[in-house]
């Protein structure tokens, strides 16, 4: 019953930050340099048409008319159509989807196998040559620009060895080099977590208990000391993941991966202005609704959290 | 009389502190070599104010796509423009462009969390309101709305990186307040009957600025991410201008023949991101090791 209370209340709270990311980017679109109504009657039209196309869209009405309309067609579920495929917005995203969901769990997946058992062995063995070596991998994942990463990956791995493919999605080997650029990006910040809170971990009194019980080190980590470093690494996992569902625009152009990142670069240099709004408002309410889900997941882990929240929030 | 001697007094423990932190600073070998890094790009950059050695937007079509040689260092580009002199020149875009909007955005974001921490009330409310908005986009998201809708072009992209980094401050200087505020310093400045405004910029930011520096190191080395991938994506400067970013987006048609265009731009991105994060991180040590848990790094 009071997870239930927990997530009505948590929805409750993010519809005001919901409306105003709304308002926010319907401004931002609206002032997008071009005519929609042009875009969308082609260059020769006469003017007359493309005055009868901003009537059909609204266009001609006040502004705050036009996001009153947008807001009311969103809640009857109705995203409009994109004016570059001539179909529902909602149709295009969903179809992408599956591409952006599927990248983003596999460099996840590459980053925890890689980032965890380093973070681990670093925090044990603080002064050993694979602490170092970690330390410098994560930062350069940290520095090296993106993009980057993405041609010099293609260049090494397409141009010269010939053993993966450098663009598109037609087999499942596609995913390799798109998904290993970006855990590249997140494995720095997901081993220096896992470090600083098994670290933490370790300090504490209630493994001094364990050590003093006589338990055996295996037993010691895995129990005492990975359980109680988990919530740390689990919220950065949470977010990652969240934030790989809109913010991997720039891998998936580099590599042509036909998710919603390089759907939402294809449709600004298109000024296909109702695609543009559908996608950022899907990455938005991703991100919401991973935040909140996070904060389950939390509550889960640590039975504190879970009383403070539950009572409180 | 006594309260001259009192001043004095604080003004010898602040040089002394200083002092500490930049023997701290200076003992961490690394974070000290990543300045000298920082400072010889730099001077590659003001150096190319005044001499390159060629001009970064000749054309040499005959010498066009050529591998690093003695001419030309680092080779010439898709256009046989001297690769070289353009990230000389290029230098001052991304890295000005990225110093500038990092100012911008810690002036902004730590005001409004210093106002936001300190008064509380309404007007917390509604900036937070306000962060939680801008933080319900990813950065690199609301960076690229941003540019679209202002159009190309350096003011924009100042305007845009200050922008989507902004709330991330207005978040942490906030949080840091909130535990200020309770301290015995500050119950004694405000018991002397200051007011609030004088209390916020001559007691507690003081006290703040340490994570404000730290923080800002950090985003330094992630604005000039931030910048170049915005180039990349052809969203900056537009060309002719040797924007490192945008260098690497015209290069990257020839990277199966010529992967130099694309390489050695890189190269330098990732030269200053890095040293910019060994640098935070040795200001982080330095300045305050309980300061830690707060700051986030990208």
């Known amino acids: 019953m009071s997870l239930v209370r927990y997530l009505c209340k948590r929805v409750y709270h993010s519809i005001p930050t919901f409306i105003g990311a709304l308002l926010f980017m319907f401004i931002l679109v609206r002032v997008l340099p ?10 020769e039209a006469l003017e007359q048409d493309v005055e009868r196309i901003r009537e059909q869209l609204g266009l001609n009405k006040p502004l705050h008319e036009q996001f009153v309309d947008y ?29 952006t969901v599927a990248l983003a769990f596999v460099a996840e997946a590459i980053a925890i196998a ?23 991998l994560s930062l350069l994942g940290a520095s090296a620009p993106t993009f980057w990463v993405a041609l010099m990956f293609i260049y090494i791995f397409s141009v010269n060895l010939r053993i993966l493919p450098s663009s598109g999605a037609d087999s499942p080997r596609h995913i390799i080099l798109p998904a290993a650029t970006l855990s590249l990006l997140l494995m720095g910040n997901l081993t220096r977590i896992t470090r600083s809170s098994v670290i933490e971990a370790l300090n504490s009194n209630h493994i001094l208990t364990a050590i003093a019980k006589g338990l055996r080190e295996r037993a010691i980590l895995m129990r005492h000391v990975l359980k109680n ?18 913010g991997a625009i720039i891998t998936e152009t580099v590599y042509a991966w036909p998710g919603i990142g390089s759907l939402l670069i294809d449709s600004i240099f298109f000024r296909d202005y109702t695609l543009i709004q559908g996608i950022i408002l899907f990455i938005v309410l991703a991100f919401i609704v991973i935040n909140i889900v996070v904060d389950v997941i939390y509550a889960f882990i640590d039975p504190r959290i879970r ?7 | 009389m006594e309260d001259r001697l009192i001043l004095e007094r604080i003004a010898e423990v602040r040089r002394r502190r200083l002092k500490e932190v930049w023997e701290t ?57 001297d690769i070289l002199s353009r990230l000389m020149v290029g230098g001052r875009y991304t890295i000005g462009i990225s110093v500038i909007s990092v100012l911008l955005g810690t002036l902004l974001g730590s005001v409004l969390g210093l106002i936001s921490g300190y008064l509380g009330g309404s007007l917390d409310t509604v900036i937070q309101r306000i962060v939680d908005v801008a933080l319900a986009f990813p950065t690199t998201l609301l960076a690229i709305a941003l540019m679209v809708s202002l159009g190309p072009g350096m003011t924009s992209l100042i305007v845009a990186i200050s922008l989507s980094t902004f709330p991330v401050y207005a978040r942490l200087v906030r949080g ?5 505020v309770n301290e015995d310093y500050i119950t004694a400045v405000k018991l002397l009957g200051r007011t609030s405004w004088y209390i916020m910029f001559k007691h507690v930011l003081p006290n703040i600025l340490p994570v404000i520096v730290v923080q800002s190191t950090y985003y330094l080395g992630f604005s000039i991410l931030l910048a170049s991938s915005l180039g990349f994506l052809g969203l900056g400067i537009p ?18 023949s010529s992967p130099h265009i694309v390489v050695f731009p890189g190269l330098f991105i990732m030269a200053v991101a890095l040293a910019f994060n060994l640098i935070g991180d040795g200001l982080r040590y330095a300045l305050d090791p309980k300061s830690r848990m707060f700051i986030r790094r990208f």
């Open chain 2, 239 to 256: 060309p002719p201008t040797p924007e490192w970013g945008a260098m690497i987006g015209g290069g990257r048609v020839y990277l199966f």
């Open chain 2, 176 to 180: 840091t307040v909130l535990q200020l």
């Open chain 1, 34 to 43: 071009g005519d929609p109504a042009r875009l969308i009657a082609g260059p």
């Open chain 1, 229 to 246: 470093s988990m919530i740390p690494i689990v919220t950065l996992m949470g977010l990652q993941i969240g934030s790989l569902l809109g």
């Open chain 1, 114 to 136: 890689v980032a965890l058992p380093l973070g681990i062995i670093s925090a044990l063995r603080p002064n050993s040559k694979l602490t170092y070596v970690t330390s410098v």
């Open chain 1, 71 to 99: 807001v009311v067609t969103l809640i009857r579920g109705d995203l409009g159509k994109s004016i570059k495929f001539r179909t529902p917005v909602i149709n295009e995203v969903l179809a992408r989807l599956p591409y």
């Open chain 1, 307 to 313: 009383d403070l929240l539950w009572r409180t929030g």
């Open chain 2, 25 to 81: 600073f200076k003992s961490n070998r690394v974070a000290y070599a990543s300045l000298y890094v920082v400072m010889i790009i730099v001077a590659l950059i003001l150096v190319g104010f005044v001499y390159t050695p060629y001009g970064p937007y000749d054309f040499d079509l005959g010498n066009a796509r050529q591998p690093p040689s003695i001419k030309h260092p680092l080779g010439t580009d898709e256009l046989g423009r």
